[in-house]
């Protein structure tokens, strides 16, 4: 029997990860998407197997296209933060539209790490920037994030 928590790949026991909606598995490498309410994770399957990464020096770094981004999840403000550009935004919500032009866009190459999103490999990421605003947008959701106060040395220390 799986316990609560556990990766379906090498059974480590990685915690309560509700916050997130993707991971790698920081034992195996595996992708793993989060199901919250079961506390359990499910692999992302591959053609040949599952998927296996590099671990990167980051909480959570993503490539797509010729774009690089961090995430990071900070359990004591409960809050998600994305470093693009030596600038550190606030998840603020979701969106279920938007209006603005694509900036960016690419298909997803590297992931590890924590995601507020689900984007695994080959699946496409884009973004929409206005002033102090960046929009996520993958396949499943729309996320809004909002220019933060906080230092990018005080929130991601261990890429800087």
Known sequence: MRLAWQCPTCYAELGD???AKMLTCPYCG??????????KFYRV????????????NSP????????????????????WYLLKNGKVFELSGKLKSFGK?????????????????VA????TL???????????ISSRAILLFLESNKE????????L
């Open 17 to 19: 990860k509700s916050y």
């Open 126 to 136: 884009k973004t929409a920037i206005e002033e102090d605003k960046i929009i996520k």
């Open 101 to 117: 032009s694509i900036v960016e866009e690419g298909e997803v190459s590297y992931v590890w790490g924590e995601f507020p999103f």
């Open 60 to 79: 959570g770094y993503i490539r797509f296209g010729n774009y690089e981004e961090h995430y990071k999840y900070d359990k004591n403000d409960k809050k």
């Open 120 to 123: 695994p490999p080959k699946s």
């Open 30 to 39: 595996s992708l793993l998407i989060v199901n919250a309410k079961d506390k």
């Open 45 to 56: 399957p591959k053609e040949n197997g599952w998927y296996y990464f590099r671990k990167a």
């Open 152 to 159: 990018a040395s005080d929130i991601f220390p261990e890429i």
